[in-house]
């Protein structure tokens, strides 16, 4: 079984300041990777995925992520963030076959005014 | 455009009772599963589905049975209610993924969540 690890349980930061959010994962076969944000109250929403191609991925609300493969890692990122990205931020894996996603323990971002 | 619905979002139970949730989805996934949300834990799967017909165990099964009779459906069952089991529950969809075709990416589309509660 795969394991995916987010490092940071929360992450407090002030408002248009950078942010980066961290997760690793543990695998020696070809994964797919995803980021997913929780709203208060509602379910997953896709952020971004990486499926082939390039290691740096763009999603939405300006969020970008980048995979590297020799630190197994693939860490969110936004340039300045909102007081609306507030929410909880689950990093994911699939295996090849896609039949099952594992997803890390979440991090909770804080934006302060 | 209803994507993953889940019935019903609150229950309250106690200790023994048994009940179902409902998910259904119209997008005509193949896949389905369903998570249970524990704070500190993220999400763990307790079963899936790769088809009609077909389910399979997760991390987490003990406690609950599954059927998929149906594609847009998946339920999920708890014969014998216990406090352990109080958790927000969420289904999920996916198309298998095919990184080659632009719909079939294989995201997950996840229902709004079902709040169960175990006295």
């Known amino acids: 079984a795969q394991s995916v690890t987010q490092l940071d349980s929360q992450v407090p930061v002030f408002e248009e300041a950078p942010v980066e959010l961290r997760c690793n994962y543990s695998?020696?076969?070809?994964?797919?990777l995803f980021w997913y944000v929780q709203y208060p109250n509602q379910g997953l929403q896709l952020l971004l995925k990486?499926?082939?191609?390039?290691?740096l991925v763009k999603g939405i609300n300006g969020f970008e992520a980048e995979f590297n493969k020799s630190q197994t890692s693939f860490h969110l990122r936004k340039p300045s963030v909102h007081i609306s990205d507030t929410a909880e931020y689950f990093c994911?894996?699939?295996?090849?076959?896609?039949?099952?996603?594992?997803f890390g323990t979440g991090t909770s971002l804080t934006v302060i005014p | 455009n209803a994507g993953v619905t889940q019935t019903p979002k609150f229950r309250v139970l106690k200790t023994g009772q048994s009940m179902t949730l409902l998910c259904a989805q119209d997008?005509?996934?193949?896949?389905m599963y369903w998570y249970r949300q524990d704070p500190g834990m993220g999400l763990r799967l307790i079963h899936y589905?790769?088809?009609?017909?077909?389910?399979a165990k997760g991390e987490v099964p003990d406690g609950y049975n599954v059927s998929r009779l149906k594609k847009q459906n998946f339920l999920l069952g708890l014969e014998s209610a216990a406090p352990s089991q109080t958790s927000v529950y969420f289904c999920?969809?996916?198309?298998?993924?095919?990184?080659?075709?632009?719909?079939?990416?294989?995201?997950?589309?996840f229902g709004e969540g079902s709040r169960l509660t175990v006295l």
């Open positions: 999920a969809s996916s198309y298998r993924i095919n990184p080659y075709r632009t719909t079939n990416t294989g995201e997950l589309f």
């Open positions: 695998s020696s076969v070809s994964v797919y």
């Open positions: 990486y499926l082939s191609g390039s290691t």
């Open positions: 994911a894996v699939s295996d090849g076959a896609g039949n099952q996603f594992y």
């Open positions: 997008m005509n996934h193949e896949y």
């Open positions: 589905s790769v088809g009609e017909g077909t389910t």
